[in-house]
């Protein structure tokens, strides 16, 4: 079983819509919950990264948010733009390096 | 603007072979990392060194897979004989400090495809 779910595992928006992308972990201990964007044949790359004391994030239009209680988390993006196209990943870190991966959901932002 | 720099992009290469996969982490981070992206497990962590000494290498196959920094500037990979499961985009991150809640920064991935 994944450690790391998230879903929807794809989404279609239309250009300007808004959109809320789901996490859900079960791994323990927690030190940290990020998001990365990664674009097609591109390294991952960080949006956020929130600490166990952190329940809200913002970084442009990217709005993460955190309730370590129920072990969740969710992705915002408002005024979506073409730009957005690509896969967003939740990230669960432990309290050493290691980071664990979820699947990813798959976003297409259509014109 | 600094970057992590992956060599080779893509890689093709028969079973049996060995590939060598290089990384150049950002100048200045101390945290260096080795994952693994597939379409069935996503991405999972390989190994990572600090100060250029292995942390932790428990993701790696070590019968066949090493990794090294002969020095801060260069990680290196390495796959002894390749299979055809190793295909994978791997990817190489650093980090600056400890790491632990910092920006891990990620290269462009060598694309293996082992025949």
């Known amino acids: 079983k994944n450690q790391v779910e998230q879903s929807p595992q794809s989404l279609i928006i239309l250009e300007g819509k808004n959109c809320t992308l789901q996490?859900?972990?079960?791994?323990?201990?927690?030190?940290?919950l990020r998001w990365y964007k990664q674009d097609t044949g591109r390294g991952p790359v960080s949006l956020t990264i929130?600490?166990?004391?952190?329940n809200t994030k913002s970084n442009g239009r990217y709005t993460a948010t955190l309730d370590a209680d129920t072990k969740q988390s969710s992705l915002h993006i408002t005024a979506s733009q073409l730009s957005d196209s690509a896969s967003y990943i939740c990230v669960h870190g432990d309290s050493s390096y290691k980071l664990i991966f979820g699947s990813g959901t798959r976003l297409l932002v259509r014109p | 603007d600094a970057r992590v720099t992956q060599t080779p992009r893509d890689k093709v290469t028969e079973m049996g072979q060995e590939v060598t996969m290089r990384c150049q982490p950002i100048?200045?981070?101390?945290?260096v990392f080795w994952y693994r992206q597939t379409m069935m497990q996503g991405l999972e962590l390989l190994a990572y060194f600090r100060n250029r000494a292995p942390l932790d290498d428990s993701g790696m196959p070590k019968d066949r897979f090493s990794a090294e920094m002969p020095d801060a500037t260069l990680a290196t990979l390495k796959i002894q004989p390749s299979e055809p499961r190793d295909s994978a985009v791997y990817f190489c991150a650093s980090a600056l400090g400890r790491g632990l809640q910092e920006t891990q920064y990620f290269g462009p991935g060598t694309r293996l495809l082992v025949l």
């Open positions: 996490c859900n972990y079960t791994v323990s201990p927690f030190s940290n």
């Open positions: 100048l200045g981070h101390n945290t």
């Open positions: 929130m600490t166990f004391s952190e």
